[in-house]
């Protein structure tokens, strides 16, 4: 079993930065990749960057330029700064975590509120 653990979250002003962190724990061996997900009231659930273990980037058009996501394997630990902050960037934040096999794991998510 994994465990994931959000951090990071908060309150900012529209332009401002955040950086979320995600720790995962438990059988963290054999892990094809990280991501971050987000998800706003009445809305999808979307994807906003993921990472393999190789550290092969993939990010959500809208937030291409403003975010970067990275991973420390050794300490199992996933990041995202975020930067340029905009509205519709509010949304809770999950970590996630994929086994070659397909199992998705889910962390509790993070409140990221942004500000005009």
């Known amino acids: 079993q994994v465990q994931l653990v959000e951090s990071g979250g908060g309150l900012v002003q529209a332009g401002g930065s955040l950086s979320l962190s995600c720790t995962a724990s438990g059988a963290t061996t054999s892990i094809t990749s990280m991501g971050w997900h987000r998800q706003a009231p009445g809305k999808q659930r979307e994807l906003v960057a993921s990472i393999s273990r190789g550290g092969s980037t993939n990010y959500a058009d809208s937030v291409k330029g403003r975010f970067t996501i990275s991973r420390d394997n050794a300490k199992n630990t996933l990041s995202l700064q975020m930067n340029s902050l905009k509205l519709e960037d509010t949304a809770v934040y999950y970590c996630?975590?994929?086994?070659?096999?397909?199992?998705?794991?889910w962390g509790q998510g993070t409140q990221v509120t942004v500000s005009s």
């Open positions: 996630n975590l994929i086994r070659p096999w397909g199992q998705t794991y």
